[in-house]
């Protein structure tokens, strides 16, 4: 049904049929309103003929006086055949004669009566009457010179003979005139659009027919479908001859296709083995960052398949949490290959198991010609083979490092342990006297610097991976605040904290992050012999807790701030040097900076950069 609704034919019938029956109908409304014109037309000049005929017969016998004559006249007019009314009336509208005596004395109630006489002119028209539909004549009847011996010689109107002919005759005629009119209509509407319909099938409906029936073979791939020829010169015949040319130049434009898609096919084939092939993961996505491309070292390296990822993922969920951002932000700047691009960026990104990989990225934004951006790419290099390399040669120089260590452990220790052998024993029981007692002293405070010493070591060579949980860097410093706040008392160190209560709760090791605060904030107090002020700030900085502890300490001098991680690197008398180096190692676990800026007899700035993750 819906076909057929919406077909060729369908709409060109129809829209041939409104046309014609729009003409039509407005050829038949024309005529139905000549016809009505021409009735009316006709019933005027009746009236005007018997009114005129009636106006002379009673001319002379209004003259002479003889009204019973005008009265009998009136009377036999009366009994014309289509006439309904006949009266005269003088200028008050009473009627003095009518063809009707019952009417006689009687006050007219025509408007058209009425309205002759309070003009003086002719009036006619069509009104109602008597519950049917008649056309009204009135003449007026001046005071004229023939007159005057009867009315004066005054200027006025002596009354109105008034005629009213019955409009059904003349309705009758007009009505069957219109049901002759609606049928003829109706005949030559069905007629016309038979014609038309049996033309417009022949002479377009079946060409296009043909033409679409060729169409859909040639849509289904069959190029070799016939399509008739057609003699006509028309639109159709054009139609046909360009359908003709189409299917010719698709012949030649399918083999040109299928000869580049061959070409196309083979570059295709060896730029996927070159994905395939690379040594290095390569992923590419599309402008929304949804992965496209993810060949078999990716995989490797991922441990995704390919089918898990491709039109699944995104990019970012590649990266550990918060470094997506990071990677993202730098791929913006120059100093890392150029805007839109990276090349050889040390970063980290996370397999199928949580596992973090090392990797050096190389990625460029993908542009149109227009400049619309259409995707990524992405080439990551494992730096586990490489890092871990890197670890055994630290770890070696750590070895090496610690080997002096030791030496110099062994020198520490050495003096504190004749001490130990000579006096502990003897001191601790029977020593009496002030000058044993401060060897006793000596003993307890070397003991407790090699323990710290031996401590600090143990610490450095053994840091441990941060176990993570959620928790908050403001209750941690609260926790440190309590308890470094009676040495800070002992000092009469004014302390200030400013703890963002905006920052949300991240993934840190409470205990590593605690010992890095209680490490930085001695130091500070350290360097503040003589009171002085110690602050201690929070705030988010992008997707990051940035903390700030400044002193008003003595400084620490430049050529001492460049080794000052350095291990067993120390400017106090008593340190081991290994605080700040096991500090800044804690913080870069947990995947964020340490960095310190001093000023030489104004105090210490420690900044730490803390990555928001959950």
Known sequence: MDSLFYSLRTKLITSVGLVLILILASFSHRDMKTHERFFLEEARKKARDVTDTVMKSIEYPMLDGE???VQAILERVNALKDLRVISLCNSD?????????????????????????????????????????????????????????????????LGALTMAFVWTPVE?????????????????????????????????IIPVRRLTTAAKAIAAGNLEKQIPASKSKDEIGELTSSFREMQTSLIKLTSDLKTSRDKLRRMYDFQKNLIENSIDAIVGTDEEENIVIFNE?????????????????????????????????DLYQRKFGGIGKLANYETVVQNKKGEQIAVWLSAAVLYEESGQKIGTVAV??????????????????RLATIGRGVSYICHEIKNPLIIIGGFTLQVLRSIKDEKNKQKLQIVIDEIQRLNQFLM??????????????????????????????????????????????????????????????????????EAMPDKGELSVTTKLKDDNIEII??????????????????????????????????????????????KLESELGKGTTCIIDLPIER
Do not use: W
């Not at 219109?178 to 005949?187: P, S, T």
């Not at 995989?299 to 990266?319: C, D, P, Q, T, W």
């Not at 050529?559 to 096991?582: A, C, N, Q, R, V």
């Open 380 to 397: 990551f290099r494992d730096l586990t083979e490489r890092k871990e390399l890197e670890r055994k040669i630290l770890h070696s120089e």
């Open 549 to 594: 502890i400044k002193d008003t300490g003595k400084g620490i001098p430049p050529e001492d701030l460049e080794k000052i991680f350095d291990p067993f690197y120390t400017t106090k008398p008593k340190g081991s040097g290994l605080g700040l180096g096991i500090s800044k190692e804690i913080i870069e676990n947990h995947g964020g900076t340490l």
């Open 456 to 525: 600090d070591i143990r610490d450095f060579t053994k840091i441990a991976k941060p176990h993570l949980s959620l928790c908050s860097i403001n209750d941690i410093i609260k926790e440190v605040f309590s308890l470094i706040e009676p040495s800070l008392k002992d000092k009469e160190i004014r302390f200030i904290h400013s703890l963002d209560p905006h920052i949300p709760e991240t993934l840190l090791d409470p205990r590593q992050i605690k010992q890095v605060l209680i490490n930085i904030l001695k130091n500070s107090i």
């Open 93 to 157: 509208g009473v009627i003095r004669y009518s063809g009707n005596p019952e009417r006689i004395g009687k006050i007219t109630s025509s408007k058209r009566a009425l309205e002759a006489l309070r003009t003086h002119t002719l009036t006619k028209g069509l009104e109602k009457r008597f519950g049917e539909k008649i056309y009204r004549y009135t003449v007026p009847i001046l005071n004229e010179k023939a007159c005057y011996k009867c009315h004066g010689s005054e200027k006025r109107i």
């Open 297 to 329: 070292k990716a995989e490797l390296m991922f441990g995704y398949s390919a089918e898990e990822v491709i039109g699944k993922m995104k990019m970012n969920e590649l990266y550990p949490p918060g470094i997506a951002k990071k990677v993202e932000r």
């Open 172 to 204: 009758k005629k007009l009505n069957k005139h219109r049901n002759e009119l609606i049928i003829n209509f109706f005949i030559s509407v069905i007629l016309l659009i038979g014609l038309i319909t049996a033309l417009l099938h022949y002479m377009v």
């Open 67 to 69: 009204m019973e004559y």
